[in-house]
């Protein structure tokens, strides 16, 4: 089986229509902070000294405006132009990590299709997740063949009523919300036929600055006018659980500053606030820490797979559960901050796993 990565890169086009790439010069720039010399930069790159300076002065070139200085006593040090192409490039992984990720599996999965001999795929239409991320990687490595879909977690449901996947993943807080979700749900979910899997809890809440400079409490905050929030994109359970907990204190959405501004997954949220273009997000606590935020808890929340009950028996199935319940990929789950294992891998049937629910503190 293949792998497939997806990187992005910076492009710019000077005046002329000539392109080259920012992400090409990133590194070296890296090097020259760090080292105070380019040819210390370059011979760390594998570079000869000529051909850094020749890369330096094309991007130059197309930029209009110099990438290195001189300063008496230190060397050679990044001018204000430099250190904004390193925050860009940075920012740019930052906000495209998740999807390109997601993307990457996507493709995998199709090409796989095509280059391997023909085997039972099992297909994975799933809200996207730090847990599901982690199980596709544990999937690709045991050499289960799978075809991976990041969707909302209504998408995904409705996918698994039509027969167009095998597992549906999709996430339902705990608490007092979880009857709205439920009712939502429940329209494309059979008892009868489908049984709900295991895969995780986890934690939602708020993504702060470190140090919380805005002093932000709680949800209610969001009324503030000097507060800045990025949101998740509307049909995903994230969004869903905000209208709702926001309504229930008495917020109203659509007057939230920034509540309009929205990405596609939690690391994108992180990055958002982490670059300073906002000042509060929502999601999961590892996106958080991986990016040095504060993360103030607000809700648990349950992630299931939903499957047909005839399906659990066969080969394609089997895998994944075994995946689910060995020690090792529950060892990787319980790394991750707010996530907890311990009933991955259980089957559980619909009514019980919809309706059950430990109490939690209600968001403020």
């Known amino acids: 089986m293949i792998r497939i990565e997806c990187q992005a890169q910076l492009i710019v086009r000077d005046q002329e229509g000539r392109s080259t790439s920012l992400t ?23 570079l000869s000294y000529r051909h850094a300076w020749g890369l330096l002065r094309s991007i130059e070139a197309h930029l209009g405006g110099a990438l290195i200085e001189k300063e008496r006593g230190r060397g050679s040090v990044l001018s204000e132009l430099g250190h904004a192409v390193l925050r860009g ?35 994975i239409h799933a809200s ?13 490595a045991d050499d289960v063949s799978l075809d991976i879909k ?19 993943g999709f996430h339902m807080p705990r608490g007092e919300f979880r009857e709205a979700f439920v009712e939502k749900y429940r329209q494309w979910l059979d008892p009868q036929r489908h049984v709900l899997v295991h895969l995780t809890r986890r934690k939602q809440g708020l993504f702060l600055a470190k140090g919380n400079p805005k002093k932000i409490a709680g949800l209610s905050d969001l009324a503030r006018d000097d507060i800045r929030f990025v949101n998740r994109q509307p049909g995903s359970g994230t ?15 659509d ?12 690391s994108a949220i ?24 504060d993360f103030v808890p607000v809700v648990d929340e349950d992630y299931y797979f939903a499957c047909e009950r005839a399906r659990l028996e066969r080969v394609p199935l089997v895998a994944v559960i075994e995946v689910l319940r060995g020690e090792s990929f529950r060892r990787h789950v319980a790394q991750l901050d707010g996530y907890d294992p311990q009933e991955c ?18 968001p403020a």
Not at 26 to 46: D, F, M, N, W, Y
Not at 134 to 139: G, K
Not at 351 to 357: C, F, V
């Open 128 to 140: 996207h997740g730090y847990a599901v991320a982690a199980l596709v990687t544990a999937l690709v």
């Open 24 to 46: 090409d010069v990133v590194p070296l720039l890296a090097l020259v902070a760090e080292t105070g010399s380019i040819a210390q930069a370059a011979t760390l790159k594998g």
């Open 270 to 293: 992180a990055a958002f606030v982490a670059s300073g273009m906002a000042d509060i997000g929502f999601g999961v606590e590892p996106a958080a820490h991986h990016f040095g935020l």
């Open 255 to 266: 007057r939230v500053n920034g509540y309009a501004s929205t990405e596609l997954t939690h």
């Open 239 to 253: 969004r869903m659980l905000l209208d709702l907990a926001l309504r229930r204190i008495g917020v109203d959405p």
């Open 89 to 123: 490039q940075r920012l740019c992984g930052e906000r495209l990590d998740g999807n390109m990720q997601a993307l990457a599996s996507e493709v995998a999965s199709e090409l796989n299709r095509w280059l391997a001999p023909p085997r039972d795929d099992v297909r």
């Open 345 to 362: 891998g259980r089957i559980i049937e619909l009514d019980q796993g919809l309706t059950s629910s430990s109490e939690v503190d209600a």
């Open 150 to 168: 990041y969707r909302d977690s209504a998408e995904a449901i409705v996918a698994l009523s039509r027969g167009e996947c095998d597992l549906a």
